[in-house]
Each structure stands twice: as C-alpha cells, then as structure tokens.
C-alpha cells in the first residue's frame, strides 16, 4: 500500500504534505500551514467566493488548463499531482499583474475582504481569453464572476477593472515551471494517503476505482467535493475512508457515441453542460444559473446525479432528454434510465460496491422541442424552487411525445406523467399548454418550506406550460440547434 505524501505544485515548487487530517481543505491549509493567508474564509459553503483560488493541470494533449474553484471545499489530498495558484503568486508591490492594476485604477475594492477572490476568478477568466486571443464582453465577464459575491462596489467598478485588464500590456503568468512540475508530478504512483484510521484512495483507472468500491463499499465515494465539502464544514460528520474519483482520467471523457453524447461520471459540470447546450442550445441559461463557476469547474454532473437530490438541477435536464445512467460493480455494467434511478428522497437504484461510471444522452431529433426553466429567488449562484425542462415532438403540428421533468415538486425529480398524457396526440397550441397546466396537480403536490410555499410552486409550474408554448408555438420549423439563446456563453 502506497503511503507517501500528498504532492502538488504550489509557491512556484513541489510541495509534500504529510500529517495533516484526509478532510484538511485547501483553505484551512493556505491558511494555517502554508502562511498564505491572502486567500479569505467566508461561507465555508462554495457560496461567496472570498476562498477561490485557480487550480491547474494538464489534459490530455498535455496543455495546461486553470480553472477557478473554491479552496473551502476541496480537500487537500484532491491537488495531488495538480498545481496550486493562490493570489500570493500574483504580482507584487512593484509590479502589480493586470488584474490587480486594473481593479486599482477602477476603485473596485473597498473593504478589500473579497478582493483576492474577485482577484483569481478574474485572472482565471484572464488567462483564458488571453489564451484564445479574445476579449469578454460585459455579461460574459459577469457570468465569470457570477460566483464572487461583494457587500461594498455594486459590482459597476469591478466589471469595470474587467474590461480595463485587457487593454493594459499583455502579462500572463509563467506556465512553463508549472508544466513541468505537472510532468515530473505524473510519474506518481496513485495516492493512497491516511491518517488517524482515515485513509484518501486516489486510483487512476476504472479497474482499480471498481476494486476499491467494491474492497469498501462503506466508503465515501467522491467526486468534486462540492456537496461533500459541506458535510464536513457544516455538519462536521466523519467520512472514514474516501475514495476520490477525480484521477481516473476514462471518467472524465466526453465523446459522442451511437447518436448520443458519452459523459464520463468525472467530467467537471462545465464541460457537461457546455457539450450538453451544444447539442441543446435551449439549456443554455440553465448551464449559466447552474451554481457557479468555481463550483461548475470542481463538481461533476456525475456526482451531481449521484447526490439525487429532489432540487438538483442537473437530473430535469438529463431526464427529459432520456439519458440513460451507465453503473459498475466490479466488472459488471448494467445501464437503467435516470428517471427510473430515483426511487425515493434520496434514495437510488445503486448497490453496495456500485459506482455511476457514465451518463449516456441521447441526441434529440430536430423535431423535439426544448424549454428550460430554474425558477430561485436569486438569478446566479442559488439553489432552485422549481427547475423544469420541458420537452415535446411534433409531426405536422401534432405532440407525438412529450416529456416534462421537474426538480423541487416532489421527493424526486420526476416526469409529469399525467401531464404528458394530456398533450400527447393533441395539436400543439394554446388550449393543449393550458391542459398539460390542468393536469399537473395530479401529478405533484409540492412541499412548502424556506424556498417557496407549495401554492407557488404549483403556479409557477403550471406557468411554464404557456412558456413553452410561447417558446415553441411560433418556431415549429426552426432547428433546434439554431434557436436563439438568451444569454451570451460564460467566459
């Protein structure tokens, strides 16, 4: 058994950590143990942003790839053979990097708590524009910073700084030592790290995560960490031994296959919903409501999946395009319909030793319709009342199928049966919207608790028929993949 320390690319070179507990975050580490403390605690929940940090690795084709995540949620073991970008790499006082000058001479930092934060989302975004050769528009750089959140600018000034960085003389950070430690740092054999009875498995290939599960079955299995993190920060439980996901590099493939899209149970929510809206550009607000940036980039639509929550918004998406969940158990694959995965509150079709090895999507046909609705009280960064994807296929004006799944109506996110069975056969107007809307009290009866009452759930619902009427009514012949898209893709 493999025990050496954790190793990963930080202050410019490879650092080992040893001693410190499996759940240690990134954040408690920068701050206590690494005396960089530039890196800010807010929410300890993925909420404000005041903790980001940009994380970096190689793809495949051995390019390096930055992305901003949040350091209260991750835990340290996860940056094993990945680099480590903090504000402290950033410019200094005698030459202060883009970012940073640029939110100077725009005054975007007032009492200055959140500033770092702001500070590696915008250099993320930076990097990666500068990288393309292009320039963020005005919302495509709010939709970067959608989840840094600030109590002091209004956000005009820092949006401001946003457009002011790239006119300043280009200075991006040096990738070449990074690149090279990420090489050297790929050597490693897998990590297999404890402490204190609790051991942090890190295997890189499906085989050997398959013998893990099925070894500890008992075992915390995880992904992004973005749901996990909590438990640990917020309900302080113990995870015991935790077997992470995020190394095995087959999981994270997304690949086209028999007319449908293959995700990988690994690949980040980002380059989910971005393959996803490519193939369905009606889910694209949805990609950009779908928490946020540092969390789209950490988490994974399989975990997503996996967590089975009743106001997940990934599973209404999923669901009325008809994915299927591919599960292993050791050798074994058997594959099931998501919708038919959920059996109760968060309760799943998965076996002891079973792991989501992969979500396969079917394409839709240019005869289906799509419209996707996440109704919260906030626009960005929020967790959903009502989420609904609505979907119909027409032949001459005519609903020869329908599905309509909803999050945050019931226990689990489900199809409206009755619903789909008062629009199918029916023509596509008005009176059938209006009628799917009748049919939906027998099909859901909503809680009320902090998020919504029941009553508005219900409404707002019912509401989304005469949507989707209006959305599809009037373009019958439009392609889906041409249909406009309300907002702009995120930087």
């Known amino acids: 058994m493999n025990t050496r320390p954790i190793r990963f690319f930080h202050r410019g070179e490879v650092v080992e950590v040893a001693n410190l507990a499996v759940t240690t975050t990134v954040l408690q580490y920068l701050r206590e143990h690494a005396a960089c403390t530039g890196t800010k605690e807010g929410c300890a929940e ?11 690795e190689l793809d495949p084709s051995g390019q390096l790839q930055l992305s901003n995540v949040n350091a209260c949620t991750q835990f340290l073991p996860t940056l094993d053979g990945r680099a480590l970008l903090t504000v402290e790499d950033l410019g200094g006082p005698a030459q202060l990097s883009p970012v940073q000058q640029a939110l100077v001479d725009c005054h975007g930092s007032q009492c200055g708590f959140c500033t770092p934060g702001f500070v590696m989302s915008m250099t993320a975004c930076y990097e990666a524009h500068q990288a393309a050769g292009t320039k963020p528009t005005r919302q495509q750089l709010a939709d970067a910073l959608a989840g840094n959140l600030c109590r002091c600018t209004g956000y005009r000034p820092i949006l401001d700084a946003g457009e002011q960085m790239f006119d300043m003389p280009a200075r991006c950070l040096d990738r070449a030592p990074i690149v090279q430690a990420l090489q050297t740092l790929a050597a490693d054999e897998p990590l297999d790290y404890g402490l204190a009875g609790a051991r942090f498995h890190a295997p890189q290939s499906i085989p050997d995560l398959a013998l893990l599960c099925e070894t500890y079955p008992q075992a915390t299995l995880l992904a992004g960490s973005t749901d ?28 086209p296959e028999d007319g449908g899209l293959w995700i990988g149970a690994a690949a980040s929510l980002e380059d989910s919903w971005a393959a996803l809206t490519a193939a369905v550009p009606r889910l694209r607000e949805l990609w950009l409501r779908f928490a946020s940036p540092p969390v789209r980039h950490a988490g994974t639509l399989g975990g997503n999946i996996a967590n089975g929550s009743p106001i997940g918004d990934g599973a209404p998406a999923l669901i009325a395009l008809g994915a299927d969940v591919i599960l292993r158990r050791g050798a074994r694959q058997r594959r099931l319909k998501l919708q038919d995965f959920y059996l109760d509150y968060m309760k799943k079709d998965l076996q002891p030793g ?9 394409l839709p046909s240019p005869d289906w319709r799509f419209s996707a609705h996440k109704i919260a009280k906030r ?37 409206a049966a009755a619903a789909e069975a008062a629009v199918v056969g029916q023509p596509w107007n008005e009176a ?3 009628a799917a809307a ?3 009290p ?17 409404k707002v619902a019912q509401n989304l028929f005469t949507k989707l009427w209006l959305e599809t ?7 889906i993949g041409i249909w406009p898209s309300m907002q702009e893709v995120p930087a």
């Open 46 to 56: 993925g909420d404000c942003g005041a903790c980001t940090v940009i994380q970096g």
């Open 228 to 255: 996990v993190g909590l438990w640990v920060n917020k309900q302080f439980r113990e995870l015991g031994d935790v077997i992470y996901t995020g190394r095995v590099a087959a999981l994270r493939e997304i690949r």
């Open 354 to 362: 079973e792991f989501i090895e992969a979500l396969r999507v079917p």
């Open 379 to 415: 626009h960005d960064s929020d967790i959903s009342a009502v989420c609904a994807v609505l979907g119909v296929r027409l032949n001459a004006g005519v609903v020869q199928e329908a599905r309509f799944a909803f999050g945050g109506m019931a226990a689990i996110v489900k199809r």
């Open 432 to 434: 059938t919207a209006k």
């Open 438 to 440: 009748a049919a939906l």
């Open 442 to 458: 027998l099909d859901f009866k909503p809680m009320t608790d902090m998020r919504a009452s029941a009553g508005y759930r219900l």
């Open 473 to 479: 009514g009037g373009a019958q012949t439009a392609p």
